[in-house]
């Protein structure tokens, strides 16, 4: 009578191989979702920064909102600049993140219009917002 241990032996073998197989899988799901969640997690601060510098600009104005962030002045606009918890930074070098404020000519001296962008370090852009506004008329005596 033969022995059937090679064959029980064997059996373990592939079940051990694909228990790999599935552990493996899951491993690379796992770490691709985190990768997701953090990209998620992104954008939406983005646009929740876009969203509360729109709004403030329209309560505020331009100038007031530049002033008070320590906006630069870069080509084609204002930059502020944001840290990795999503703070402003007065340090341009110390930031992880950008909002961008590009005003656009307008014919008006009441109406103003801009393009807010936030964008990571390495200029990924991550959010654009269109946002527009009048300036505060006073009543001429």
């Not at 997690?41 to 729109?54: D, G, M, T």
Request: net charge negative.
């Amino acid at each position: 009578m033969k022995s059937k241990a090679p064959l029980v032996m064997m059996e373990q073998i592939v079940m051990v191989l694909i228990f790999a197989l599935a552990a493996a899988l899951c491993l690379q799901t796992f770490v691709l979702s985190g990768k997701i969640s953090k990209n998620t997690e992104e954008l939406n601060r983005a646009s929740i920064e876009a969203q509360n510098a729109a709004e403030t600009l329209k309560a505020v104005g331009l100038g007031s909102y530049l002033l008070d962030k320590n906006a630069v002045s870069v080509k084609g606009g204002y930059q502020i600049a944001l840290d990795e918890a999503w703070n402003h930074s007065s340090d341009p070098g110390k930031a992880a993140y950008y909002l961008l404020i590009c005003p656009e000519n307008h014919d008006s001296d009441f109406f103003w219009k801009a393009e807010l962008v936030v964008a990571r370090k390495d200029g990924t852009e991550l959010f654009r917002i269109p946002v527009a506004g009048q300036t505060e008329v006073t009543e001429y005596e």
